[in-house]
Nanobody, 126 residues
Framework: QLQPVESGGGKVQPGGSLRLSCTVPGFTLDDYAIGWFRQAPGKEREGVSCLSTSSMTPRLADSAKGRFTISVDSAWKTVYLQMNSLTPEDTAVYYC???????????????????WGKGTLVTVSA
């Protein structure tokens, strides 16, 4: 079944780092757009970062610029989100989402993404 699986969430102190991973067991992601999204309590889901094979240049939301990095392994099996300098405002459930042959220009839009993982919780707290 085509289902993204996220891992790597947890609790971290302000200023700390976490690396999230997204895989789709049994599949490679080299023909998809892949995005990381997050949803904090009481807030709408928002795009954090994404990339696609249509453009290897990653996209980053303003809130992520300078702190977060998206990358993919050479086999296109795992997509990572490295998060540094975390603040309490980064606390949220983080989701990985994919869309076949997705376009770089749209991959930060939640409505554009097709298949979602169940999410991993990131808590930034002292």
């Amino acid at each position: 079944q085509l289902q993204p699986v996220e891992s790597g969430g947890g609790k971290v102190q302000p200023g700390g780092s976490l690396r999230l991973s997204c895989t789709v067991p049994g599949f490679t992601l080299d023909d998809y757009a892949i995005g990381w999204f997050r949803q904090a309590p009481g807030k709408e889901r928002e795009g954090v970062s994404c990339l696609s094979t249509s453009s290897m240049t990653p996209r980053l939301a303003d809130s992520a610029k300078g702190r977060f990095t998206i990358s993919v392994d050479s086999a296109w099996k795992t997509v990572y989100l490295q998060m540094n300098s975390l603040t309490p405002e980064d606390t949220a459930v983080y989701y990985c989402a994919i869309v076949p042959e997705g376009d770089y220009n749209d991959c930060l839009e939640a409505d554009y993404m097709d298949i979602w993982g169940k999410g991993t919780l990131v808590t930034v707290s002292a």
